[in-house]
């Protein structure tokens, strides 16, 4: 699992640059627009100024998407095309260690977009030394879309596949989960359906740890996003091996 992830780590030293203005870039647009901008007409939202709420959604969506992308259209190139999973399997490495190596390496890439995303924004006065606690928190939910990325390529058809997974799913959770609204004001079971998926209860613990007082019950979003890794590992994992193996 290790030397997957170091290859993949190693072609991320020569593209550095790239990839750090890709994955910092987007998000920092959003936050000018929104944060700063739309922000100025709204005077608080759960206590705190927009530009802080929302600051707390732009960590994790950033986690999403960078997670999200790295591993689906990269590992299904080397999957389809390229065939460098194939290649892999003729040296000691195995399947599952090709699959975690890979999942890991987006979660990875995920945080380092969060991480870029911070410090930049840090420039901006919204450092926060709370960010270390809760930066575990934002790995494990890259670990979440990068599973889920997993399933994805094992059972798209071609690349147009990854409409659905993006435009379906990825996009609509980014707006529903508490990102641009506090999903206390919204009726009861529209919130329950925002907490059926993991972003809205990293949303909500994020913003909790950032800038207010996390109590005992916050836990239980961390143990949401464990089931998630757990359900989406072992459901990518079983149709990778089938995917490869055909």
């Keep these: 699992m290790y030397n997957v992830w170091l290859r993949n780590f190693l072609f991320f030293k020569k593209t550095f640059i790239v990839s750090l203005f890709w994955t910092t870039l987007e998000p920092l647009m959003f936050l000018g627009a929104f944060g700063f901008g739309f922000g100025h007409y709204i005077a608080s939202i759960e206590g705190m100024s927009f ?47 090709i699959f975690f190596g890979e999942m890991l390496w987006a979660a990875t890439k995920g945080f380092l977009g969060v991480l870029g995303v911070f410090l930049v924004s840090s420039m901006f006065g919204l450092f926060n030394p709370n960010f270390f606690v809760i930066a575990p928190v934002l790995f494990l939910l890259s670990l979440v879309f990068a599973s889920f990325g997993m399933i994805m390529i094992a059972i798209a058809k071609n690349y147009d596949s990854f409409v659905f997974s993006t435009s379906g799913v ?25 907490y059926v998926f993991p972003l809205a209860h990293a949303v909500k613990l994020v913003r909790t740890v950032l800038y207010k007082e996390i109590g005992v019950i916050d836990i239980a979003h961390i143990a949401v996003l464990i089931v998630y890794v757990i359900l989406f590992s072992f459901i990518g994992l079983r149709l990778f091996k089938k995917k490869l193996v055909n």
């Design 51 to 97: 530009l802080q709420f929302y600051f707390a959604g732009l960590l994790c969506t950033t986690a999403m998407m960078v997670a999200y992308f790295e591993s689906t259209y990269p590992n299904y190139t080397k999957l389809t095309y390229q065939k460098t999973y194939a290649a892999m399997l003729l040296t000691p490495v195995s399947t599952t260690q």
């Design 170 to 194: 990825i996009v609509p959770l980014s707006m529903i989960s508490g990102t641009y609204f506090s999903l206390d004001e919204i009726p009861y079971y529209l919130k329950t359906a925002a």
